[in-house]
């Protein structure tokens, strides 16, 4: 923490990071035995790290790549036995041109494609990021991209913190009864637009990160007590500055054909905080589109990126690319500037003792194919039966 909010850290300290490796061997370890599962029957550890420092700007002769918060692949397999597959934030962004999405977004992308209707994953999580599917008739997953879309659910969060001093649940009971400050929402994202919404400025720079929400949360809740505001005041127009910034995003983004569909998730996207704002400022600004949650297709909301990290994991092993985004995460203004490069593996791998093994049946599943093609098609299955994904 002393190296996020102070920027500047010594040597030991950030070696010290990895005490997080020990930390995910051993909740492995202990969830396995409560389980009663044999960690030896295990093939694949598929770790999701978290990017706390993005640079995803090429400029200023700095390069593209992202200092992750992540366990040390090498040390969870020595903990282990078991095969690592890690780090793929970091080739993500310095190859594919990500801003701050995850890797992960085409999964959304398979999940969603659909026919004719032009749909929206959008993410509030921490950060708030959407992935952009077109309908099959204006190319469909060979033409999705993501971005960032600003804060999610971190800002509101943190505004929570300062007035009640803790991540108190009774925000949750006084944010009904709370007003909006339209001129505070507004004159705050435009003083703090390069946090907010970075990837609206003719000179972008690296998207925000979860380093300074702290501090702007403490000037938001300031200036709305001179101004007489109360806290369920001050915490609607906290989620309204949010969702605006992901409302902004859709119009400089989207296409001129227009929004169908808008599906919500991720650990805010059932927040009584902000998911309630957000989709009332969709429905406002968008009101042809159907404002719905991922949930809708049996992906637990909770799920839905533990399931696409696996996914990433196996098809690391088996030395299959997935599609990547056509834009690499700037839509229409980055067009042709990053992300245009072949989809590749970019997946780190750290043998275990059930190597020779997993590349025996990694080698059987492709057969004597020198590449595999990436996965242009899901068929998702619930209960037995195949989920209709048009509707």
């Not at 492995?28 to 295990?42: E, K, N």
């Not at 943190?158 to 001093?165: D, G, N």
Request: charged content about 25%; some cysteine.
């Amino acid at each position: 923490m002393n190296s996020i909010l102070h920027i500047k850290v010594a040597p030991k300290e950030h070696a010290g990071v990895n005490l997080l490796s020990d930390v995910f061997a051993s909740i492995i370890i202990d969830f396995t035995t409560s389980a009663g599962v044999d960690v030896a029957s295990i093939d694949i550890l598929s770790v999701h790290s978290q990017p706390f420092w993005p640079l995803s700007i090429q400029k200023y002769g700095r390069i593209k790549t992202s200092l992750p918060m992540a366990p040390e692949a090498s040390i969870l397999t020595a903990r282990t036995n078991i095969t690592t597959v890690t780090d793929i934030h970091i080739p993500d962004r310095a190859t594919a041109g990500h801003q701050s999405p995850p890797p992960t977004t085409f999964f959304d992308a398979l999940l969603l494609r659909h026919p004719t209707k032009f749909r929206i994953c959008q993410n509030i999580s921490g950060l708030a990021t959407a992935c952009f599917i077109p309908p099959d008739t204006h190319g469909g997953i060979d033409e999705y991209y993501d971005m960032d879309t600003g804060l999610g659910n971190l800002f509101t969060e943190a505004v929570i913190q300062t007035l009640f001093k803790d991540e108190s649940r009774q925000a949750d009971s006084i944010f009904s009864n709370g007003r909006i400050d339209e001129e505070i929402a507004h004159s705050f994202r435009t003083e703090n637009q390069s946090f907010f919404s970075s990837l609206l400025l003719p000179d972008p720079i690296a998207p925000p990160t979860k380093t300074s929400h702290k501090s702007l949360a403490d000037d938001l809740v300031v200036k709305a007590l001179e101004k007489g505001l109360s806290p369920s005041d001050i915490l609607r127009t906290a989620a309204r500055i949010t969702s605006q910034t992901m409302a902004d995003c859709y119009e400089f983004f989207a296409p001129s054909y227009g929004i169908d569909e808008i599906f919500l998730y991720g650990d805010g996207s059932y927040g009584a905080l902000q998911t309630l704002d957000v989709q009332e400022v969709m429905r406002r600004e968008y009101p042809s589109a159907k404002v719905r949650m991922l949930d809708d297709f049996g992906i637990p909301d909770g799920a839905k990126e533990t399931i696409a990290s696996a996914w990433l994991g196996v098809e690391g092993m088996i030395g299959r690319a997935v599609v990547m985004p056509k834009r690499g995460g700037g839509g229409k203004r980055m067009e042709g500037e990053v992300g245009e490069e072949e989809s590749v593996v970019r997946e780190k791998v750290v043998p275990g003792r059930n190597w020779r093994d997993l590349m025996r049946r990694a080698r059987g599943f492709g057969g004597d194919a020198v590449s595999l093609p990436a996965v242009r098609e899901m068929v998702l299955w619930r209960d037995g039966e195949v989920v209709d994904r048009k509707l």
